[in-house]
């Protein structure tokens, strides 16, 4: 069932995502609010497909927009240098083919935040400057991880280059499918690399929050009850240890119980005469009555 409804929820935000992103300038707010609802589905969570991804749209717009915005026009200016370099002659000379090292850096750069940058939108809040940044160093740090997601991007279109008859069959899978899937499966990686926390299921039914690199095993109740033992212990060896020292206040509460005491014991030895001199007096009428 939690296959299932994974897989439904995965076709709908597909929807959401390919209807959003007509507009084409709404991709990179489109893009973190899949990610968002991909990478909930990932940690064990089931969210509300629909409002979460466009609490998430919302949320990310301003930010999303700006990142989409570098990220296109960079990218297509290198790319249209690539190729001028390689395919046009009469734009680039051949003694300036040296320009390609440089120009293949910036686009690996531009790759680089494409992959990291929209999904660390969608789980972090940070200024926009650092998530260029951070994109820069995950990537850097995570390199099977970015080969990884390069190549469940490239998938696609390599596949069409090579088989140019599937164009439509693939086409028709983007939109209903393919393009939540392809971020599902990157979510995979990235959940791993930004060390997220996944919820389990425990074979009792007992939910629990496990990670990466900072595992929580699952304690069972047994176990449970040794640590509150050994707690338990731990506490009445610590009340053990202490001893306890009486200060002033307490040596003055102390005389002053003692002086109610006193006070206590004359009253009642007052109270024990009176009634021997009424027993007295009680005897001598009784006497003078015989």
């Given at each position: 069932?939690?296959?299932?409804?994974?897989?439904?929820?995965?076709?709908?935000?597909?929807?959401?995502?390919?209807?959003?992103?007509?507009?084409?300038?709404?991709?990179?707010?489109?893009?973190?609010?899949?990610?968002?609802?991909?990478?909930?589905?990932?940690?064990?969570?089931?969210?509300?497909?629909?409002?979460?991804?466009?609490?998430?749209?919302?949320?990310?717009?301003?930010?999303?927009?700006?990142?989409?915005?570098?990220?296109?026009?960079?990218?297509?200016?290198?790319?249209?240098?690539?190729?001028?370099?390689?395919?046009?002659?009469?734009?680039i000379s051949s003694s300036l083919d040296w320009l390609q090292y440089p120009v293949w850096a910036m686009l690996l750069i531009v790759v680089q935040v494409f992959l990291y940058g929209f999904a660390l939108l969608a789980v972090f809040e940070n200024s926009f400057k650092n998530t260029?940044?951070?994109?820069?160093?995950?990537?850097?740090?995570?390199?099977?991880?970015?080969?990884?997601?390069?190549?469940?991007?490239?998938?696609?279109?390599?596949?069409?280059?090579?088989?140019?008859?599937?164009?439509?069959?693939?086409?028709?899978?983007?939109?209903?499918?393919?393009?939540?899937?392809?971020?599902?499966?990157?979510?995979?990686?990235?959940?791993?690399?930004?060390?997220?926390?996944?919820?389990?299921?425990?074979?009792?039914?007992?939910?629990?929050?496990?990670?990466?690199?900072?595992?929580?095993?699952?304690?069972?109740?047994?176990?449970?009850?040794?640590?509150?033992?050994?707690?338990?212990?731990?506490?009445?060896?610590?009340?053990?240890?202490?001893?306890?020292?009486?200060?002033?206040?307490?040596?003055?509460?102390?005389?002053?119980?003692?002086?109610?005491?006193?006070?206590?014991?004359?009253?009642?030895?007052?109270?024990?005469?009176?009634?021997?001199?009424?027993?007295?007096?009680?005897?001598?009428?009784?006497?003078?009555?015989?």
């Amino acid at each position: 069932m939690r296959f299932l409804t994974n897989l439904f929820n995965i076709f709908w935000v597909n929807l959401l995502f390919f209807f959003t992103c007509i507009p084409i300038i709404t991709i990179g707010p489109s893009l973190c609010a899949l990610y968002r609802v991909c990478l909930k589905i990932i940690s064990g969570e089931d969210p509300m497909v629909y409002n979460e991804y466009f609490r998430e749209f919302k949320n990310s717009f301003k930010k999303g927009t700006l990142l989409w915005i570098v990220v296109l026009l960079l990218g297509g200016l290198f790319g249209f240098e690539l190729y001028g370099i390689y395919f046009r002659d009469d734009l680039i000379s051949s003694s300036l083919d040296w320009l390609q090292y440089p120009v293949w850096a910036m686009l690996l750069i531009v790759v680089q935040v494409f992959l990291y940058g929209f999904a660390l939108l969608a789980v972090f809040e940070n200024s926009f400057k650092n998530t260029i940044i951070n994109s820069i160093l995950l990537s850097i740090k995570h390199i099977p991880i970015t080969i990884l997601l390069i190549a469940v991007w490239l998938f696609t279109p390599l596949l069409v280059n090579t088989f140019p008859q599937t164009f439509y069959g693939v086409i028709g899978c983007e939109i209903f499918f393919n393009l939540a899937l392809r971020v599902y499966i990157c979510s995979v990686f990235l959940h791993k690399a930004f060390d997220l926390k996944k919820i389990k299921i425990s074979k009792s039914g007992v939910a629990y929050e496990q990670s990466y690199d900072d595992l929580i095993e699952y304690i069972d109740k047994d176990q449970k009850n040794g640590d509150e033992e050994s707690v338990e212990e731990d506490d009445e060896y610590d009340e053990d240890d202490e001893e306890y020292e009486p200060d002033e206040l307490d040596d003055i509460d102390e005389d002053e119980d003692e002086g109610d005491e006193s006070d206590e014991d004359e009253e009642d030895d007052e109270e024990s005469d009176d009634d021997k001199e009424e027993n007295e007096e009680s005897s001598s009428d009784d006497s003078e009555e015989d």
